[in-house]
């Protein structure tokens, strides 16, 4: 059974910070990985999605990487803004229990502080 | 396109009673999931369905829990009795997909949720 694990569950950082997101998962038989935004009382905005055969993409200021033998996945945000602070969600698809599906870690809760 | 729209946004309603959350994907997206969100468990996939018809209901927790999908723009998610512990965030989300949606790399797109308490 596949399991997404993210780390730190929360985190505070100055404004103009790098930082860097963990996700860690147990099978690394994915299709693809997703990084989401969540804001509070929000629904979940897609930011970047890796495909399997990818080690990463960039989408502004943000990077995610791939390392898929490994189960891991970063998500790096440069030059971080206070308009940054969420919670990010780490989600894997994956083939489980006779059908495709998409697995989230339960987030990490970014504060960046002006 | 509007997005992924959910009603209600607010429920309050008192154990036993029955609660049913709706709704609407994006036009044109050929899968609709609904997911729950608490803070013990995170995010969990209850149902989806291809087409209209409901291919995954594994992550429904128990009989009390139906969903239907009546036609490509409507969907329902209906709790009956509801129990103090399906206080949760209820989201609706849709995708499009030729065949698989994995494979196909087209993500989710959430509709804002509908936040459920049950006294």
């Known amino acids: 059974k596949q399991e997404v694990t993210q780390i730190p569950a929360a985190l505070s950082v100055p404004e103009g910070e790098n930082l860097v997101l963990n996700c860690s998962f147990t099978d690394s038989a994915i299709y693809n990985l997703q990084w989401f935004r969540q804001d509070p009382g929000k629904g979940l905005t897609s930011l970047l999605l890796?495909?399997?055969?990818?080690r990463e993409q960039t989408s502004g200021r943000l990077n995610a990487s791939l390392d898929k033998s490994s189960g891991r996945s970063t998500l790096y945000i440069a030059a971080s803004q206070p308009g940054d602070s969420a919670t990010y969600l780490c989600a894997v698809y994956s083939f489980q229990g006779g059908s495709e599906k998409l697995v989230f870690g339960k987030g990490t809760k970014l504060t960046v502080n002006p | 396109d509007a997005g992924v729209i959910q009603s209600p946004r607010h429920e309050v309603t008192e154990m036993g009673q029955e609660v049913t959350l709706r709704c609407k994907p994006i036009?044109?997206?050929?899968?609709l999931f609904w997911y729950r969100q608490t803070m013990m468990r995170g995010l969990e996939l209850l149902i989806y369905f291809n087409n209209n018809v409901p291919i995954d209901d594994s992550g429904m927790p128990e009989d009390r829990f139906s969903a239907k999908m009546p036609n490509a723009s409507f969907s329902t998610l209906k709790i009956q009795p509801s129990e103090p512990r399906d206080s949760a965030v209820y989201f609706c989300?849709?995708?499009?997909?030729?065949?698989?949606?994995?494979?196909?790399?087209?993500?989710?797109?959430f509709g804002p949720g509908t936040r459920l308490l049950v006294l």
């Open positions: 989300a849709s995708s499009r997909g030729e065949f698989f949606i994995g494979r196909d790399g087209e993500t989710q797109y």
């Open positions: 036009s044109g997206h050929d899968y």
């Open positions: 890796i495909q399997s055969s990818q």
